[in-house]
């Protein structure tokens, strides 16, 4: 499959549910990918990526943002309070506000800094005890501590239980949304993303469909 296959594929999805076109943003997931296929798909002119992990950024992405203007860089993987501030140089949007101390981090470091990058809270949604996220039951409470502390909250991100009906956690990711007054809804990923667009997905992330299969990290 090629970025062109997706980005129809996702016009269509946009069709189909009504919305504009244009209105869910596709993250391409360069995380373990080689320089040369990230530099492919940059090439063709596309210019959001996500990464996992904020070190394996810092190692790939300044030298890309010298090179390609207007890159949009997003951090979809769980953040370390102690990576908090490259994290906050370095991405336009972090998805992955998942308890109350990375929040206290965050909003110190944009008062330091003097910006913040947009944010996205990340619910368990399926409540498993090995993934991050706050607890649906407890999502309404976390969002308001921080807009307490003036954080730029633009949506929730969830990442589904794999044996799942996915379009049930997006469901209720978009009912804990609305009810606080969210717009932004990054869920979706390569096999499921056009179900996710149908219940709302504003960003959808999509990595092995455009990129191929990862390369196993070295050591």
């Known amino acids: 499959m090629s970025l062109q296959d997706i980005t129809a594929r996702i016009a269509k999805a946009e ?12 993250i391409a997931v360069s995380k373990v990918q080689p320089d040369e296929r990230v530099r492919d798909v940059l090439e063709q002119g596309h210019r959001c990526f996500g990464e996992n992990r904020v070190q394996e950024a810092a190692g790939k992405w300044p030298g890309f943002f010298e090179q390609y203007s207007g890159v949009d860089l997003h951090l979809i993987g769980p953040l370390q309070t102690n990576k908090a501030r490259q994290a906050v140089e370095l991405f336009s949007t972090i998805h992955s506000v998942d308890r109350p101390k990375l929040a206290k ?5 944009a008062q330091e800094v003097g910006q913040c990058p947009d944010l996205f809270i990340q619910v368990n949604t399926g409540e498993e005890e090995q993934k991050a996220g ?4 407890e999502a309404d409470a976390f969002i308001a501590e921080c807009r307490t502390m003036d954080l ?8 589904p239980p794999v044996d799942e009906e996915p379009s049930l956690h997006f469901a209720l990711l ?6 606080n007054g969210l717009t932004g809804l990054s869920m979706g990923m390569s096999g499921d993303f056009e179900q996710a667009i149908a219940l709302g997905a504003t960003h959808v992330r999509v ?3 455009i990129f191929g299969e990862r390369v196993k990290a070295q050591g």
């Open 152 to 159: 730029p909250v633009q949506g929730l991100m969830c990442i």
């Open 105 to 109: 981090t965050l909003a110190r470091l």
């Open 207 to 209: 990595g092995s469909a």
């Open 15 to 26: 069709t189909s549910a009504g919305r504009p076109a244009g209105s869910a943003k596709l």
């Open 134 to 137: 706050i607890l649906p039951a």
């Open 174 to 179: 978009a009912k804990i949304a609305a009810r």
